[in-house]
């Protein structure tokens, strides 16, 4: 027992004089950096799944030119695919506690005072521009073979949009919405700078109480590489499965 009180004093002084990161530190504070990741995660998997269910609707609507709602969502979208996330988000945490309407209404107490619940909102908005728009392009790029087959088969338009045009257009924008996971995961650090700690959070209370450098930078840089890794690995099998009709016939 002694011997290894010894040994971990030596690594202890070691991490803290010789190495040029403290390795100890972080160990000592993984389970926050776990803390920080379960936000992370929580914050993007919420907005990519109502997001994913608004762009929907609003894609097709898009996409099949519907003379009220198309030129409503194309600003909707424009206005927030054209302004940086940091923006939205400011706006919604800051900007509508402005308003005595907003204070007094019965939302600002349990949600719109609440930093998670505004910037769920506003990744939840983001996000669900980005996808509309490129799951609009997946749906007007649908093979005209296959909407004349549905036609001559007597499909009503309702059934071919269920059956054939809305999983064809989820096969083809897989590569495009593997991206925007991504990318929404990378925006979520927008989330440290209106107190939330998130994995970036985490990192920046962890330079600032021991007077730090890189080390809570450099973990969560290693959590969010992890992160993208298995992203990348289930999209990648997903693709395979759901693309195989795509790829080119060897031989």
């Given at each position: ?36 990741a ?26 099949n ?41 019965f ?41 004349e ?28 919405y ?32 021991y ?12 959590f ?14 997903a ?13």
């Open positions: 027992m002694e011997a290894e009180q010894s040994f971990w004093a030596y690594l202890s002084a070691f991490s803290e004089t010789q190495s040029p990161l403290d390795f100890v530190l972080i160990y000592d504070n993984l389970d926050k950096f776990f803390e920080g379960l936000v992370t995660l929580q914050l993007t998997f919420l907005a990519l799944l109502i997001g994913g269910l608004m762009a929907i609707p609003m894609a097709l609507a898009r996409a030119k519907v003379s009220v709602l198309n030129p409503i969502i194309w600003v909707y979208t424009y206005a927030f695919r054209g302004t940086p996330l940091l923006v939205q988000t400011y706006l919604f945490y800051f900007g509508l506690g402005q308003f005595e309407a907003v204070r007094e209404s939302l600002w107490s349990p949600i719109l005072s609440d930093p998670w619940w505004c910037v769920l909102i506003a990744f939840t908005l983001n996000t669900a521009a980005y996808t509309t728009e490129f799951l609009r392009g997946a749906i007007e790029t649908t093979p005209r073979g296959e909407i087959a549905s036609v001559a088969a007597g499909m009503s338009p309702w059934l071919r949009t269920r059956l054939i045009v809305l999983p064809n257009a989820f096969r083809r924008a897989l590569p495009a593997s991206n925007e996971v991504i990318f929404t995961l990378h925006g979520s650090v927008i989330a440290s700078t209106v107190t939330l700690q998130d994995l970036l959070g985490v990192g920046r209370w962890l330079n600032g109480r007077y730090l450098a890189y080390e809570g930078f450099v973990t969560a840089m290693l969010y590489m992890a992160i993208v890794f298995l992203i990348t690995i289930a999209f990648k099998a693709e395979k499965r759901f693309l195989r009709h795509l790829r080119p016939r060897v031989g």
